[in-house]
């Protein structure tokens, strides 16, 4: 039998010139890894099409485990001519790494990577600035033109943020914007608590008063879990109107 399977790929390699297109093999075009902590199971589904599985087929699959090897699997033909599926069981844990290669037996491989997470992790909070806008000229917090004094600070605000406040957008893989606690500083000292206004769907807080300088504008935001999340922008800053 392996000697017909051997006939068959040096007759493909021969007469593949001489039709005119590739009637060869092609590498799996398509692999997906799918791990369940609880059964401790990895399945592999490979999609690789062949008119004979018993003579162009995936003849080996290899699996690591942080970059070391867990399984060399050979097979000396396919379950289907498209698409199929093993299950290995590599026992893996939180944080670990699988790597996935399959091999077709004429030409070509196919490599996935799977990281195992916890679904149940809670990541701190997401927060991307919106307002002052980086490369730019504020007047009372309002965007006006871009600059390119970027060597020393990020962007200028001038009148403070009083018209268009800071704004930030914060994302949270578990809680919603009510139960997040989010703070505006200055050289890390509080400013004040940022509020979330559901027409915008920012938290945004006014940072007003008399003040030269360049100062590290710095946001937290806290989640119900304890994780914080934190965004900083330099802020050359000039106000000379009072707080009040």
Request: aromatic share 14%; charged share 25%; glycine share 6%.
């Amino acid at each position: 039998m392996k000697f017909g399977k051997y006939l068959f790929v040096v007759l493909m390699l021969v007469i593949s010139p001489l039709l005119g297109f590739n009637v060869i093999a092609h590498p799996p075009v398509d692999m997906s890894l799918e791990y369940n902590i609880d059964t401790d199971s990895l399945i592999v589904t490979i999609t690789h099409e062949t008119p004979a599985p018993d003579l162009h087929y995936i003849n080996k699959v290899d699996i690591k485990k942080n970059d070391v090897l867990f399984l060399s699997q050979e097979y000396d033909s396919q379950p289907t001519n498209d698409v199929f599926s093993y299950t290995y069981y590599p026992e893996a844990s939180f944080g670990d790494e699988i790597k996935v290669t399959a091999y077709c037996n004429i030409q070509g491989s196919i490599t996935r990577t799977l990281n195992i997470e916890d679904p149940n992790q809670d990541d701190e909070p997401e927060i991307e600035i919106k307002n002052p806008v980086k490369g730019y000229f504020h007047f009372s917090g309002v965007k006006l033109f871009a600059t390119y004094f970027d060597i020393i600070y990020d962007t200028m605000g001038f009148g403070g943020f009083r018209v268009r406040p800071v704004q930030v957008k914060i994302t949270d893989d578990n809680d919603g914007p009510e139960d997040l606690i989010v703070t505006l500083y200055k050289n890390d000292v509080k400013e004040r608590d940022m509020i979330y206004n559901e027409a915008t769907g920012l938290f945004e807080g006014k940072w007003i008063g008399p003040d030269l300088g360049v100062f590290t504008m710095k946001i937290t935001a806290e989640d119900t879990s304890g994780n914080i999340g934190i965004a900083e922008m330099d802020v050359w800053y000039f106000c000379f109107i009072p707080e009040n």
